[in-house]
């Protein structure tokens, strides 16, 4: 079905201070620090689906127009499916990368949803309370810097079945901020 990731990173810019994501939503904006040190191959691969540098099922910059498409209140906002189902990816597959200081320990971590180890693609979630029951689990790999408030709005969403809000919350853009 999905293959590993082949890591061509001939256009990746090595990038080790810095760096964060700016999300645009219908509901405002936030920003990620990126832990590109803790989670190099992570952060890659979010950068390059972000810019559109990764080749993918999906044309264009890969977040552009998703939505979140699972919202569970007080525990975590998710997206990154192409097909909004939380079934979708990009149509590859790459492992994991624990840290130990890196931890579910607080609202505002970013992380890797996944199906089970080495099973990352390019949906994410956001936390919105401690979680460690997923250390070790889940690659952290960022924490939101600016615009918390955003995403618990995001997380206050009402929503209907399988956690999926009643009305769209759309990534209008990911762009990648470079210091």
């Known amino acids: 079905m999905f293959g590993m990731m082949k890591q061509d ?16 939503t219908s509901m405002g ?26 080749k993918t099922n999906k044309e264009g910059n890969f977040y552009d127009g998703l939505i979140f498409h ?8 998710q997206g990154g499916c192409p097909e909004g ?19 579910h320990d607080s609202e505002g971590v970013l992380s890797m949803a996944n ?28 924490k939101v810097t600016r615009g918390m408030d955003v995403v618990k709005k995001i997380g206050d969403t009402p929503t209907g079945a399988m956690d999926r809000p009643r009305t769209d919350v759309v990534m209008e853009s990911v762009t990648i901020k470079r210091s």
């Not at 080495?118 to 960022?142: A, M």
């Open 85 to 103: 189902s939380g079934r979708g990816g990009p149509g590859y597959r790459f492992g994991d990368e624990f840290k130990a200081n890196r931890r």
């Open 29 to 54: 904006e936030f920003e990620i620090e990126l832990f590109v040190k803790d989670a190099p191959e992570t952060v890659w691969n979010f950068v390059n689906l972000a810019e559109g540098r990764q």
């Open 9 to 24: 990173k001939s256009n990746y810019k090595e990038d080790v201070n810095g760096l964060s994501a700016v999300f645009k």
């Open 115 to 142: 199906a089970g180890p080495g099973t990352n693609g390019s949906q994410f979630f956001i936390t919105l309370g401690p979680t460690p029951h997923l250390d070790g689990r889940h690659t952290v790999f960022g």
């Open 70 to 77: 699972r919202v569970i209140r007080g525990f975590m906002i």
